[in-house]
């Protein structure tokens, strides 16, 4: 079975803290690819990054950086010196190759960043 | 482009009434997703097209929910009868065939999602 999880349902950080999300999946699939989502209050879903099983590289965008370890199953998202703005719910999400694209989804995780 | 479009954005029902949400996806994308997001269940994907045909309709809930895409630019999620259980926000979204290579993939674009409120 495929599954992915967020075990933070809440974090709650002062601006210009650190913050990782945490996020396991579960797959027997060899090829697959996950993503993380943003959902501001306004509610609308923004793709933030992908990454496929094959490339196991850490990310970084600006503030945002990403942890893929396939030893572990995680896939893990850093926000360096947060800022209220970031303030929302994020989620992982699996997709499996060849399988029509659909997303598995997290639970996922409200962050809320104070000043 | 115009992005995926959902209408309405906000849906307020009585119980028993019959609702009908709307998505017309980006031109030129094959895929067509319905997802739902509840508190209590998260993000989950009810039904999905290809080229208009449903493949994979497993995650709907029950037979009072129907789904059609009677062309590659429209499609309709319909509740009938709705119940307050209902309540959720509902997304689409598409994606277009990647090429072969494992490296591609479907990026899916969502739609802003429509707000269904069952009193």
């Known amino acids: 079975a495929q599954k992915v999880t967020q075990a933070q349902t809440e974090i709650s950080v002062v601006e210009k803290e650190d913050v990782t999300l945490d996020c396991v999946y579960e797959?027997?699939?060899?090829?697959?690819?996950l993503f993380w989502y943003k959902q501001p209050p306004s509610g609308e879903l923004v793709f933030l990054i992908r990454?496929?099983?094959?490339?196991?590289q850490n990310e970084i965008s600006g503030r945002y950086s990403w942890n893929f370890q396939k030893s572990t199953s995680s896939f893990n998202f850093t926000i360096t010196a947060s800022q209220v703005v970031d303030s929302a719910v994020y989620f992982c999400?699996?997709?499996?190759?060849?399988?029509?694209?659909?997303?598995?989804f997290g639970q996922g995780t409200e962050l809320s960043v104070k000043p | 482009d115009a992005g995926v479009i959902q209408s309405p954005r906000h849906e307020v029902t009585e119980m028993g009434q019959e609702v009908t949400l709307r998505c017309k996806p980006i031109s030129g994308h094959d895929y067509l997703f319905w997802y739902r997001q509840t508190m209590m269940r998260g993000l989950e994907l009810l039904i999905y097209f290809n080229n208009n045909v449903p493949i994979d309709d497993s995650g709907m809930p029950e037979d009072r929910f129907s789904a059609k895409m009677p062309n590659a630019s429209f499609s309709t999620l319909k509740i009938q009868p709705s119940e307050p259980r209902d309540s959720a926000v509902y997304f689409c979204a598409s994606s277009q065939t990647p090429g072969g290579a494992p490296s591609s993939y479907n990026e899916q674009f969502f739609g802003p999602g429509t707000r269904l409120t069952v009193l």
């Open positions: 999400a699996l997709m499996i190759y060849n399988q029509g694209g659909k997303l598995i």
């Open positions: 797959t027997r699939d060899t090829t697959y690819y």
């Open positions: 990454r496929n099983s094959f490339d196991e």
